[in-house]
């Protein structure tokens, strides 16, 4: 396995009141997909959330790229090339398509190979280059969300359940966006839900309980095995 | 290299009423005005008083815009603001009476670059002000806003305190430039040139703040900020920076309106600010927190009623703009063009 780009050692986030990650340890290898997995409600938009800066780690370290980014700005983060894709997308609703492409490529303007690229990935983006996002429909602006990350070339990718509530279609595009993606040798951290994704794109993974990483390896090693699914996480990849 | 599924993209199709719907506000400034010109009647009345109403809108807007966009930016409800007016018409008189020599004279090129000179000291004075007002007044209280109005009120007290320390405690009355004195006649009406100025002055800055918002980087980081700030540093834009610079754009902008406003009264005070605020959050409210445009017609629409009621009904004044604020708002309860927030 490579060398980590992103380290998390003993991370404990609180929100509020809650203490929702309660000494988080996880290193993800450079190149490659690593899948962040777990039941609702264990910390994973968390995790993720607080290597972007977004909540703070009130305790432990995150080391990016061999730089301690636990208490950097969010702002200086993505500069240091942290793509990242939430929950919600994130989507500026009252900004066009070519808007918010606009402004996902903070250090200048997009590179027009990798916008074509993009197009060819994301057709309906170049459909409604003009249009206001607000008006997409639920996959197209996943789509954008996706992309908006992809406008530049980032060293890290935190991508956060792209396809829930999505059609198999808009999945199977997304799927094969983030697999373009990886062969350009991207690494990517990736929560998700839907195990098939996750089988076909994981490299390696984590799986998360109780605001703790509980088991780590490779995603092969965990798709093989029905009783580790179902101790890990309560149920059976088999049967998605 | 993936490609997407053979599926063609389509975007429902709005009906002519919904792709309209978002423009109809702009209706009701024309709509205003017709109805003023059906209960008015007589033309030359009508039009005198319609000038003036735009330009006291136009003078609002300019006041209001900061205003609105530094709580769409930031969700901070600042009520210090009219701070920034009274010391832009105190700063903004001192330079006038200094350049005397340039405003007595019947020649227009003077007396304009004398209101040029009182506009950019009250801008730089109120633009610095309001950097130290945002640091010292305004950071500790982020995301508090019981605190946020105690406090920025509080600030406002004490800077109309200190007016009183620097120029006294009296009002000081001040007479316009030579060439902007007196009105022109059209259509049988009387128009004061001051107005037309300030209708002027407030429709060049809204199509540049307009541009701005639209056509530059900035302007989009601005327009994304209001609706999502958490994801625009997701991104890499560090948007305490650009909040400080609209916040010290918006002082700069209420230092404009001040200096314009104690011209259109001819008389400043401390309070002045703090009275005409009254006016700005109606139009801030109306228009639709966040939105430069929403405030833009509110304030035209805010003139235009404060002095066609004026005219036809003067005791009910202030009421009907109070009275313009509930309609719309049980129209759009958000204002009359809201910016979608991100949950």
Wanted: charged share 15%.
């Amino acid at each position: 396995m490579s060398e980590p780009i992103l380290k998390l050692s003993g991370v404990h986030t609180n929100i509020a009141q809650y203490h929702i990650l309660q000494g988080v340890d996880l290193e993800v290898p450079s190149g490659g997909v690593t899948m962040l997995l777990g039941r609702n409600g264990v910390g994973k938009t968390t995790t993720l959330r607080t290597i972007m800066g977004l909540w703070r780690a009130h305790q432990g370290t995150i080391d990016f790229d061999g730089a301690d980014i636990t208490a950097t700005p969010t702002p200086a983060i993505a500069r240091r090339g942290v793509g990242f894709v939430p929950e919600d997308m994130g989507i500026f609703s009252d900004l066009s398509v070519e808007e918010n492409m606009i402004l996902a490529a903070a250090d200048g303007p997009i590179d027009k190979q990798r916008l074509d690229w993009l197009f060819t990935v994301f057709p309906p983006l170049r459909t409604f280059w003009k249009n206001p996002a607000g008006n997409l429909s639920g996959g197209q602006k996943q789509m954008l969300s996706i992309a908006r990350a992809m406008a530049q070339e980032r060293r890290l990718y935190l991508i956060d359940e792209p396809t829930k509530g999505l059609a198999p279609a808009i999945i199977g595009t997304l799927a094969g966006a983030l697999r373009d993606l990886k062969a350009q040798g991207a690494t990517i951290l990736l929560v998700e839900q839907n195990f098939a994704v996750a089988k076909a794109l994981g490299d390696s993974c984590a799986v998360m309980d109780d605001g703790r990483i509980v088991w780590t390896g490779a995603m092969v090693e965990l798709a093989e095995d029905a009783a580790l699914q179902e101790r890990l996480m309560g149920l059976s990849m088999e049967a998605a | 290299m993936s490609i997407a599924p053979e599926h063609v993209p389509k975007m429902e199709t709005a009906s002519l009423g919904e792709r309209l719907a978002p423009h109809a506000p702009l209706l009701l400034v024309p709509v205003l005005m017709i109805l003023g010109f059906l209960s008015i009647t007589n033309t030359s009345s009508w039009l005198t008083l319609t000038v003036s109403g735009l330009a006291m809108g136009m003078m609002i807007f300019i006041m209001a815009s900061g205003l609105t966009l530094v709580f769409g930016l930031m969700d901070v409800i600042n009520f210090g603001h009219g701070a920034f007016v009274s010391v832009g018409a105190f700063i903004g008189v001192t330079i006038l009476f200094a350049l005397g020599g340039m405003t007595e004279q019947p020649s227009i090129l003077l007396n304009l670059l004398a209101v040029l000179v009182a506009v950019t000291g009250a801008m730089a004075g109120t633009a610095i002000m309001g950097w130290a007002f945002e640091r010292v007044i305004v950071k500790p209280v982020y995301g508090a806003h019981l605190k946020q109005i105690l406090v920025t009120m509080g600030g406002l007290i004490i800077v109309e305190q200190l007016i009183h320390v620097v120029w006294g405690p009296d009002e000081i009355f001040l007479t316009r430039p030579e060439t902007l004195k007196g009105a022109v006649t059209f259509a049988g009406a009387a128009i004061e040139k001051y107005r037309l100025l300030a209708v002027a002055i407030g429709l060049v800055l809204f199509l540049v703040m307009r541009w701005t918002l639209k056509s530059t980087k900035i302007g989009l980081i601005v327009r994304a900020g209001v609706e999502n700030g958490e994801m625009v540093e997701a991104l890499g834009y560090r948007l305490r920076l650009v909040f400080i610079a609209v916040f010290v754009a918006g002082s700069a902008l209420a230092g404009l309106g001040g200096v314009m406003w104690g011209l259109y009264q001819e008389v400043v005070t401390a309070h002045m600010g703090q009275q005409i605020m009254i006016l700005v959050f109606i139009v801030v409210i109306i228009g639709g927190l966040g939105s430069v445009e929403g405030c833009f017609i509110g304030a035209l629409l805010v003139g235009l009623m404060q002095n066609y009621t004026a005219f036809l009904e003067p005791k009910l004044a202030l009421v009907s703009n109070i009275g313009l604020m509930v309609a719309i708002l049980m129209w759009r309860p958000q204002g009359m063009m809201p910016v979608v927030k991100a949950k």
